[in-house]
């Protein structure tokens, strides 16, 4: 094993944090509270930032869509750089987190942004970004990734920096009270997923790394077998404790990694607006199905310490695709609003993107893409 592992975010769990967020953030700096749809108007997040934040100089901007896309987000640029903006506060789930990333970058970049997500650029400096988490999933408040789409051309597109940390994350379950199922599935399926691209690779030597991950999903497991508890505190400050520690850096480090069912996925969300998690819902299953001889053995060893089965990996994909369906997610791409275009749409855009070496062992190629796909059309 050999790995830097570095996470400067600092995590204010539990009930009531908001009010921390003083302690990170100086009464000379101006604030640019940025959020999506206005939901934390109704559950109440909105009226703590602001009592939080009294007595600073704060603007506010809305409208970070779910996939945020830089079309709304150079909006929220153009604001910094004419208000001379010295902090942005994040408040919302894993896009808004993530939009606001690639605004604290922009701001300071004299360029068309967009250069950070097609690779023809580097972040060199970034404002200051604080987060406060509503919606747990992608594990954004605390790491350096973003993803961000570009209507114009259908792309979904990502970029890492260590600048774009969240300086402070606050994971304060109590504000998740008013997400609807769908918000609290997908969330579930994202938070599985992710500890999965980490874990099914190949075996590797690191106890911590693999027990670690297993521990994050038996975790989710227990959640979905205890759906029915889904709107009660324990459960939910479960599902926002396992999303954070599935993509903070820290399952990853020194191990294979794949990424290759969320590289599909991307494509999947950049055309037909299928919700993330639901597009890795459709997409791991075959995955494993197809790569099975490269992830037999992580696959089996998750059958036996996470689902009780022993020798038979295609009961644990089974079992996976069950999980998803439980919580009321569907494993069939049919199900979704797609056209007869789609194993073209994805398998060209991953071409134009570079995607054709996917995987831990860099053999996802596009025509395993394609099977992918059209397995995934049950």
């Not at 942005?88 to 922009?106: E, F, R």
């Not at 919606?135 to 789409?149: D, I, Q, R």
């Amino acid at each position: 094993m050999e790995f830097s592992y570095y996470n400067p975010t600092s995590i204010q769990f539990g009930k009531g944090q908001i009010k921390s967020i003083v302690n990170f953030i100086d009464k000379e700096q101006k604030v640019l509270v940025v959020y999506g749809g206005g939901s934390i108007k109704k559950n109440g997040v909105y009226d703590q930032v602001k009592t939080a934040l009294e007595g600073y100089t704060w603007l506010e901007f809305s409208g970070v869509e779910p996939n945020p896309t830089v079309e709304t987000l150079n909006k929220a640029v153009e604001v910094i750089k004419t208000e001379k903006i010295d902090f942005v506060l994040a408040v919302g789930g894993g896009s808004v987190i993530d939009g606001c990333k690639y605004l604290v970058a922009a701001g300071l970049y004299d360029g068309d942004a967009w250069d950070f997500l097609d690779g023809s650029a580097s972040v060199e400096k970034a404002l200051p970004l604080g987060a406060i988490l509503t919606l747990p999933a992608t594990g954004s408040e605390s790491n350096m990734a973003a993803v961000v789409s570009r209507k114009q051309t259908d792309e979904k597109r990502f970029f890492f920096s260590p600048l774009v940390f969240p300086k402070f994350a606050v994971l304060d379950s109590s504000v998740m009270s008013t997400l609807d199922d769908r918000q609290l599935a997908n969330g579930l399926v994202d938070a599985f997923v992710h500890t999965c691209e980490q874990y099914v690779t190949y075996p590797t030597t690191s106890l911590v790394n693999d027990g670690y991950a297993q521990t994050l999903l038996k975790g989710l497991v227990i959640l979905a077998n205890t759906w029915e508890d889904r709107n009660t505190p324990v459960w939910q400050e479960n599902l926002m404790h396992i999303a954070n520690q599935a993509l903070n850096g820290l399952i990853g480090s020194g191990v294979p990694q794949d990424w290759a069912t969320h590289m599909i996925g991307h494509e999947l969300t950049a055309f037909y607006g299928i919700d993330h998690a639901r597009s890795l819902a459709v997409v791991q299953p075959q995955l494993f199905r197809v790569m099975l001889e490269d992830k037999k053995e992580k696959i089996a060893l998750m059958g036996e310490t996470v689902f009780g089965i022993s020798n038979d990996n295609e009961a644990v994909i089974k079992a996976i695709e069950s999980i998803y369906e439980k919580v009321g997610i569907s494993t069939n791409l049919n199900d979704y609003e797609i056209d007869d275009k789609v194993v073209e749409n994805v398998t060209k855009a991953l071409e134009a993107h570079g995607m054709t070496a996917l995987g831990e062992n860099a053999n996802i190629t596009l025509e395993k893409s394609a099977q992918i796909l059209k397995m995934a059309m049950k």
